[in-house]
């Protein structure tokens, strides 16, 4: 096989067989296949896409290029959860709590933040102590005992998608959905759990910032999940605004910590509650989505999820004091604020640039090295639909280093459109693909 031949074979529209993907990756990954040919290939994927196998075939080639991790000696129904991205995402670290206290083990690997998208792993490490490097003996002991565990991705899962995500991010081949599916894909297949839950982001934020393109995104990704042995679940959220209030790692832990306690962002719960709720069924927790539900309220309500996430913090060497006293997290020297300049209702909060500005702050990496600070970030005090007059509060700015500072007050200044009517709100989930099939918010 000459790479180059598959190279125009994908050029020229063909399908590319199972020998040859498997090919294209293990080459790739084993250092064989210089960056130009790999770039040319990854180019040729974007404008001709693949067919339901080819996907089908790489996801497996990349789950192949690494182990695929083996939780059988946790009893129960493992359910993992995977969002494509979103900025101010806290959802993870209430969610696997709540799903712990309903019963149903959480195994979770999540990853660090990049750009304007946060990272789990990040935002736990603003708890003292915490470690989110484990060996898999420990992890799969402390899912054991407490019913949740998360930890930085071990480096055998899935190596293939660490080369080709670095590869994309520089060639304009982010934004496919076959190479999304297969890098999402692979790394959960690998990480062994039974069933996945998937939330499929669009808008200002997100990877998918048309609806239909998520919708589409959803729908393969289900279809990959059941080809492949996995009960498989997605919604599409919209992301057109930032999800809660915090941005920024230490403020996201504290909103985690609220949600725990029964308060918190109403977008924030009800997302967490829908994901909950489809873990819970998949997990054999749940009869159905609505049984779920009502589980997981009465769980925030009882505050069970809440003494999870210290049991989680306790065995992962963390400082559970920081649950009932968050004032303990890492904070930031200074606050200012940026203030509405028109009287109106919030039209928009683009998420992007909320999750730039919040960047510049320091609370995000700009390259994979950079070092980030934990105690900034941005609060929110105005979300879409929201009324505001002249010199009222838009959002809160929390800050060390003033180096940067004008730069992000303008990014998130620009990331509110202010308008005279009062906008219609689309609803946070706008569709969930199962087995089933589609169903779209009416
Ligand atoms: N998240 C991933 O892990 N991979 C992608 O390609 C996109 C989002
Ligand atoms: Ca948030």
Redesign the pocket.
């Known amino acids: 096989m000459r790479f180059c031949d598959l190279i125009i074979k994908k050029r020229n529209g063909l399908k590319l067989s199972e020998k040859e993907i498997d090919y294209v990756i293990k080459e790739f990954d084993e250092g064989e296949i210089p960056d130009y040919q790999m770039s040319a290939m990854l180019m040729s994927i974007y404008f001709q896409g693949m067919d339901i196998n080819e996907i089908k075939y790489l996801t497996m080639a990349m789950v192949n290029s690494g182990k695929i991790i083996d939780l059988s000696s946790i009893p129960g129904i493992k359910v993992d959860k995977h969002s494509?991205?979103g900025v101010g995402d806290t959802t993870t670290l209430a969610l696997a709590p709540m799903v712990a206290a309903a019963g149903v083990p959480v195994a979770k690997m999540s990853?660090r933040g990049l750009g304007h998208t946060g990272g789990t792993i990040d935002k736990l490490e603003s708890i003292k102590g915490f470690k989110t490097e484990l060996s898999l003996n420990k992890f799969i002991d402390i899912v054991k005992k407490v019913g949740a565990s998360i930890i930085s991705p071990t480096s055998d899962l899935a190596p293939a998608?660490k080369k080709l995500?670095a590869l994309?991010d520089v060639t304009g081949t982010?934004e496919s959905i076959p190479?999304?599916v297969g890098?999402?894909m692979s790394?959960k297949l690998a990480a062994g759990a039974d069933a996945i839950v998937l939330d499929v982001t669009t808008g200002s934020g997100a990877?998918m910032q048309e609806y239909k393109d998520a919708l589409k995104l959803g729908k393969i990704m289900v279809d990959i999940g059941l080809e492949l042995g996995k009960e498989t679940v997605a919604v599409v959220s919209n992301m057109d605004e930032p999800l809660g209030f915090a941005i920024g790692n230490s403020l996201e832990v504290k909103e985690a910590i609220d949600i725990l306690e029964n308060r918190g962002p109403k977008d924030l719960r009800n997302l967490c509650l829908v994901l909950g709720a489809h873990m819970l069924k998949l997990g054999g927790a749940a009869k159905n989505y609505e049984e779920g539900r009502s589980r997981l309220e009465k769980i925030l309500k009882e505050g069970t999820a809440f003494n999870k996430f210290k049991e989680m913090i306790a065995a992962q060497g963390g400082n559970t004091k920081v649950v009932d006293k968050p004032e303990l997290l890492p904070s930031a020297k200074y606050c200012t604020k940026i203030k509405a300049d028109i009287n109106g209702y919030i039209q928009k909060i683009d998420s992007r640039l909320i999750g730039e500005s919040a960047m510049l702050l320091g609370a995000g990496r700009e390259k994979k090295e950079s070092e980030i600070d934990l105690s900034v970030g941005i609060i929110l005090k105005r979300k879409v639909g929201n009324k505001v007059k002249i010199n009222e509060d838009l959002a809160e700015v929390y800050y060390n280093d003033s180096e940067k500072l004008k730069e992000a007050k303008n990014k998130l200044f620009s990331s509110f459109v202010i308008g005279d009517k009062k906008p219609k709100k689309l609803p946070l989930i706008l569709a969930t693909i199962s087995q089933e099939g589609v169903k779209e918010w009416e």
Do not use: A, C, E
Request: hydrophobic share 40%; charged share 25%; no cysteine.
């Open positions: 494509t991205g990853g998608d995500y994309r982010i190479l999304i890098s999402i790394k990877f």
